[in-house]
């Protein structure tokens, strides 16, 4: 009796440990499955802030151009001089110290210059070229005070730039400009306008 016994309690005692066992190793897979799942999930994660954080060359050239513009209202010639590139010319053959000349001498000329961004289209990346059209409305000296109230306050000017991009920055490596009219603006430089000078 006492080894039937015995035996039924060995019995269960292995029971036991082998139900023990079982629940440790699912417990365990449970534990590495969770910790699998929390690691995908970061890296998926961290991928995805990396991803929305990288700026593309269109975003770097729109904001190139909006620096540019400040630099012009702080009549912040040296910036402006190190985003030329060192082979700039324009369409009327001015090398980028010759251009120098141009803006130090309108600087001097004109107080109070106000440049408004009306538009700007990247028409073609073809690394490290870059194609840009912008669109810009311009006032300075007294015009700046009635530029709210009389409608041609402005000179609106399309440029046509070429861009390069070296050691990771961008430069305009030629430019082009003509005056154009209000009726030649591009449609969203007009709505910009407008709402800019409260033309209805």
Not at 27 to 42: D, L, P, W
Not at 48 to 76: N, P, V
Not at 155 to 162: A, G, I, P, S
């Amino acid at each position: 009796m006492d080894r039937h016994k015995d035996i039924y309690q060995s019995r269960e005692t292995e029971r036991h440990a082998l139900l023990r066992a079982s629940i440790y190793n699912m417990i365990r897979m449970s534990n590495n499955f969770r910790a699998g799942f929390i690691a995908i999930y970061f890296i998926f994660l961290a991928f995805s802030l990396f991803s929305c954080g990288q700026k593309t060359d269109e975003d770097l050239i729109l904001e190139f151009m909006d620096k540019i513009s400040r630099y012009a209202e702080k009549k912040d010639i040296d910036s402006i001089m190190m985003n030329l590139a060192y082979d700039y010319s324009d369409f009327e053959g001015r090398d980028k110290w010759e251009a120098k000349g141009l803006v130090d001498g309108y600087f001097k000329q004109y107080r109070g210059i106000v440049i408004h961004v009306l538009s700007t289209r990247v028409e073609e990346i073809n690394l490290p070229e870059a194609f840009v059209q912008s669109e810009i409305a311009l006032s300075s000296g007294a015009a700046k005070v009635f530029r709210k109230l009389v409608r041609f306050s402005t000179e609106n000017y399309r440029l046509t730039l070429k861009l390069i991009k070296r050691d990771e920055k961008w430069q305009i490596q030629h430019a082009e400009w003509k005056y154009v009219t209000l009726n030649e603006l591009y449609p969203e430089s007009l709505t910009i306008f407008n709402k800019i000078f409260k033309i209805d």
